[in-house]
């Protein structure tokens, strides 16, 4: 989709959201030509805060290709959001019900019309306990290998400073002025598994592949190594209500981790000294 089709909801939703977002926060835009120019795609992005959509949907519509994001059918259904999301067509998922195929379908059309399709593959905020992508839903890795369409790993950092994921109170801290770091890599390689058989063992080769990609970019970002064991909810929940452990608490690593020392400004979702700002499309 062309900067030219992107239409007048989508264009007046960015008319409210680009000024105190530019004005809010700094910037630290990076990979922007890894967007393909032309043609269907999927970007599947990180999340560890209520703010990162607006950031990683500020980075992507500079890019001219503006996503459609996949969000739960709640936010759809009234109010002012409910409308815009309905105006710039993003597409409802209904969980566990019997229309919650439609998303899929949605986002296949979606990509064989040429469009940009946004997944958040680990479906919700992660719940790692420091904020490193969680294990990944295959909804991504599905429809890349129907559509063969390419994937863009996307990692974002800092929006977490500003609206901690979780907090007891949601304390909002503007202040001072914290960097979206937002960075899209190179297209996931699942070219191999084009031709097989989309079993459960294949689509969770594509799964972690893609997750493997984003958090990747989200290690360079912050100067850190994640951890060897990806966060996995089922597996780590029931690790936490083990007996001895306090209901709903995080569980500690099962494996030992190796880090490289970590600057205050990286772990404050602050720009890594080397980095320059794309302050683009102000």
């Known amino acids: 989709m062309s900067r030219r089709r992107i239409g007048f909801s989508y264009r007046f939703a960015a008319c409210l959201v680009k000024p105190p977002m530019l004005v809010l926060f700094k910037r630290d835009w990076r990979g922007m030509e890894n967007v393909p120019e032309d043609g269907g795609f999927l970007t599947a ?3 560890n805060s209520y703010l990162d959509p607006l950031s990683y949907a500020h980075f992507q519509y500079n890019t001219g290709r503006v996503p459609r994001f996949l969000a739960k059918v709640g936010l759809f259904r009234s109010g002012f959001v409910g409308m815009m999301m309905r105006r710039t067509g993003q597409i409802p998922v209904y969980r566990e019900t019997a229309d919650a195929a439609g998303a899929f379908k949605a986002a296949v059309a979606a990509v064989h019309a040429g469009e940009c399709v946004a997944f958040y593959p680990e479906g919700t905020l992660t719940r790692d306990p420091d904020l490193w992508p969680m294990e990944g839903k295959t909804g991504a890795a599905r429809v890349a290998l129907l559509t063969h369409a390419p994937v863009i790993p996307v990692a974002q950092w800092g929006a977490h400073a500003a609206v901690p994921p979780y907090a007891r109170h949601k304390r909002v801290r503007l202040f001072p002025r914290k960097t979206l770091t937002v960075v899209a890599g190179p297209p996931v390689e699942l070219s191999d598994l084009y031709d097989r058989e989309p079993t459960t063992e294949v689509l969770g080769e594509a799964t972690e592949r893609i ?4 958090t990747g970019l989200l290690a360079e970002v912050r100067a850190e190594t994640p ?5 996995e909810r089922r597996r780590d929940a029931d690790d936490a209500l083990a007996p001895g452990t ?3 608490a995080l569980p500690p690593r099962a494996e030992p981790r190796t880090e490289r020392p970590v600057r205050a400004d990286a772990v404050s979702g602050a720009n890594p000294p080397a980095a320059r700002p794309r302050e683009a499309g102000e």
Not at 211 to 214: H, L
């Open 246 to 248: 306090i209901a709903g």
């Open 211 to 214: 997750m493997a990609a984003i």
């Open 227 to 231: 951890p060897a064991r990806r966060y």
């Open 45 to 47: 992005v990180n999340h």
